[in-house]
């Protein structure tokens, strides 16, 4: 189970650091390269920056899930 959890920690930490630097700054970013840079005409984010959004914040549950799951399973183990 440790394995797993562990295993798991350390995918959604990449997949987290590789959406964290798809995000679009100041100046652009890499989300650009995607179609982010076409915002629609209401002034709102495009689709592909909301889809990055919500990708982004399933992974920081999955990772957060992760981290508490394995401090309970040392803490009793």
Do not use: P
Not at 38 to 53: F, I, Q, T, Y
């Amino acid at each position: 189970m440790i394995l797993t959890f562990s295993i798991l920690l350390i995918l959604s930490s990449l997949l987290l650091i590789v959406l964290v630097l798809m995000h679009k700054g100041r100046g652009g970013g890499l989300s650009d390269m995607f179609g982010g840079g076409v915002s629609s005409s209401l002034g709102g984010s495009s689709v592909a920056e909301r889809n990055l959004d919500r990708i982004t914040v399933g992974t920081a549950v999955i990772w957060a899930i992760s981290v508490v799951a394995l401090g309970l399973l040392f803490k009793f183990n």
